[in-house]
């Protein structure tokens, strides 16, 4: 089926602002990912859900960040109280873990002014 | 904390050379995976080499992978202008599934 779509694909927030991001991985990959990137720079890792497993939230930066899993498929990343060093493109991406490769989605791009 | 880390960081050839990539890891690993950016958005996956093997093909690109001094390459060959992009190795550790990106090399190529 379809790849791995993240929506927005951009988001322009003022500072102080809550916002979600949304994935939705390819189906039947059991493993998903949180990544940030901003410019110029290599993948941040941010959190890794897997099954039924308690998520790996070892790479959030802060407490203002927080994602959830629902049903094993889509993924919301929320950021509380947006600051002007979240600017950066969040990516996603799903893995079956019998291959091991991962599937990105485009990412979204958000601005925090 | 990084786990795989590419030199050069940026690398430019003309068309028709080839380019080679390295990653350096620190951890015991499962497998590693070669990835390439273009404009900054989502990745494409280009290739993955398991420990147990040593060198692996796909079209122009070739990779190898040293366990005994935790490194990769990756080589390019014949390069095109459409090459030009942003590569980046990734590590999944032995006990885990998490994947570790490393800060990418930037490659030009000169048509």
């Known amino acids: 089926g379809a790849g791995v779509s993240q929506s927005p694909s951009n988001k322009v927030t003022e500072k102080g602002k809550d916002v979600e991001l949304r994935c939705d991985p390819i189906?039947?990959?059991?493993?998903l990912y949180w990544y940030r990137q901003s410019l110029g720079q290599g993948l941040e890792f941010l959190i890794y859900?897997?099954?039924?497993?308690?998520?790996?939230k070892s790479g959030l930066p802060s407490d203002r960040f927080s994602a959830e899993r629902t049903g094993g498929s889509v993924s919301t990343l929320t950021i509380q109280r947006t600051q002007q060093e979240d600017s950066a493109v969040y990516l996603c991406?799903?893995?079956?873990?019998?291959?091991?490769?991962?599937?990105f989605g485009p990412g979204t791009r958000l601005t925090v002014t | 904390s990084q786990q795989g880390e590419e030199d050069p960081q940026a690398l430019s050839i003309q068309e028709g050379e080839n380019a080679t990539m390295n990653c350096s890891y620190k951890?015991?690993?499962?497998?590693l995976q070669w990835y390439r950016q273009n404009s900054g958005r989502g990745l494409v996956h280009l290739i993955l080499?398991?420990?147990?093997?040593r060198e692996k093909h796909s079209g122009r690109l070739r990779v190898t992978l040293d366990t005994s001094k935790k490194s990769s390459s990756l080589l390019i060959t014949a390069s095109r202008a459409a090459d030009t992009a942003s590569y980046f190795c990734?590590?999944?550790?032995?006990?885990?599934?998490?994947?570790?990106f490393g800060p990418g090399t930037s490659l030009s190529v000169i048509p």
């Open positions: 951890t015991s690993i499962n497998n």
């Open positions: 991406a799903s893995m079956r873990l019998s291959t091991g490769e991962q599937y």
């Open positions: 859900f897997q099954g039924n497993s308690a998520p790996d």
């Open positions: 189906s039947g990959h059991t493993a």
């Open positions: 990734a590590t999944v550790e032995t006990s885990y599934d998490k994947v570790i």
């Open positions: 080499i398991r420990s147990n093997e």
